[in-house]
């Protein structure tokens, strides 16, 4: 998948690969990454948009072309709800993060997720992002989040009843942005977790890892928070 973004790679076409039917070859494909094999190719398909409109001069439209997209506007679309900003916003704000603290108000009953991050002694990070999605990739607009300065204790209060995902990484200079050459960042996940209103919830502990090939990218960028 990463290395034909700009190819239609259909789901009957990854099943024949793999000698799997199409429907066992899905099953598989979800238990092990979380997601549909249609949904990681656009993530694939975005994430190398990213690359392209932070290292390139590319138009908005060469670059959608590039990674498959026909349509300026599907691919303007679609990027738009997979990372929180259109391509040319993407582009213009790109910059170190400002640390931001929300969600530290005392939760409604008792609703809460609450943990710590960690992160193996090798690995170097600035502020870390943590927040929920409704699947194990950081896409769209969070459930709730928030930015710790560093690895640690992390509370995110009030959130919606639902089965979330937690999804965890830094956004400082060492973080799970893409840069020239690369196509690796760092992160933890960890879920589904049930949230029901006044409930409690035991931590939820994670620790940073380096993504591997089958781990969706990170696709969302919020204003004042690189990536």
């Keep these: 998948m990463r290395n034909h973004v700009s190819e239609s790679v259909t789901i009957d076409r990854l099943a024949e690969a793999a000698l799997f039917s199409k429907y066992h070859f899905t099953r598989i494909f979800r238990s092990i990454t979380g997601i549909s094999p249609g949904h990681f190719m656009s993530a694939v398909r975005i994430q190398e948009a990213k690359r392209l409109l932070l290292s390139t001069r590319y138009t908005v439209a060469d670059i959608g072309t590039s990674v498959g997209y026909a349509s300026p506007s599907t691919f303007s679309a679609r990027f738009t709800r997979s990372v929180g900003v259109g391509p040319a916003a993407f582009r213009g704000r790109h910059r170190p993060p400002t640390p931001i603290f929300i969600n530290w108000l005392p939760p409604r009953c008792g609703t809460m997720v609450h943990g710590v991050v960690r992160t193996d002694s090798s690995l170097e990070t600035g502020p870390i992002f943590v927040g929920l999605f409704p699947q194990p990739i950081a896409e769209g607009i969070p459930a709730s989040w928030t930015v710790l300065p560093q690895p640690g204790p992390y509370r995110l209060v009030n959130p919606p009843k639902g089965r979330w995902?937690?999804?965890?990484?830094?956004?400082?200079?060492?973080?799970?942005?893409?840069?020239?050459?690369?196509?690796?960042?760092?992160?933890?996940?960890?879920?589904p977790l049930p949230i029901q209103v006044g409930i409690y919830r035991p931590p939820v502990n994670v620790t940073l890892r380096t993504w591997r090939d089958v781990d969706p990218p990170t696709l969302l960028f919020l204003p004042g928070v690189t990536c």
């Design 165 to 191: 995902h937690l999804v965890a990484y830094p956004v400082g200079p060492a973080s799970a942005c893409i840069t020239p050459g690369s196509d690796r960042g760092i992160g933890a996940r960890s879920g």
